[in-house]
């Protein structure tokens, strides 16, 4: 992955952060992402920095929402059935 598309990447995923917040006035906690001192704004910063970034910041976003389950974002069976692709 470009470093341009790991940039785009990081910042949807604080759209998504802030999303979840408002729709569901539930702050997502993210002590790890922030410890890394790391924003989609840096973008002088390395692409390790940034994926290492946006790793973390999903696995507290899911990590969160797995934990809260709430109504609006319960999986149906019909979605859990569907195949995910993964960049190794």
Do not use: C, W
């Given at each position: 992955?470009?470093?341009?598309?790991?940039?785009?990447?990081?910042?949807?995923?604080?759209?998504?952060?802030?999303?979840?917040?408002?729709?569901?006035?539930?702050?997502?906690?993210?002590?790890?992402?922030?410890?890394?001192?790391?924003s989609?704004?840096h973008?002088?910063k390395?692409?390790?920095?940034?994926?290492?970034?946006?790793?973390?910041?999903?696995?507290?976003?899911?990590?969160?929402?797995?934990?809260?389950?709430?109504?609006?974002?319960?999986?149906?069976?019909?979605?859990?059935?569907?195949?995910?692709?993964?960049?190794?």
């Amino acid at each position: 992955m470009q470093k341009e598309e790991l940039l785009h990447l990081h910042m949807l995923l604080i759209h998504v952060k802030k999303y979840y917040e408002n729709l569901t006035s539930d702050e997502i906690f993210t002590d790890r992402y922030n410890a890394l001192t790391i924003s989609p704004v840096h973008i002088h910063k390395n692409k390790i920095l940034h994926k290492k970034a946006i790793l973390t910041l999903g696995d507290e976003i899911v990590t969160h929402i797995r934990g809260h389950r709430p109504s609006m974002v319960e999986m149906s069976p019909e979605a859990a059935t569907g195949r995910v692709a993964a960049e190794q």
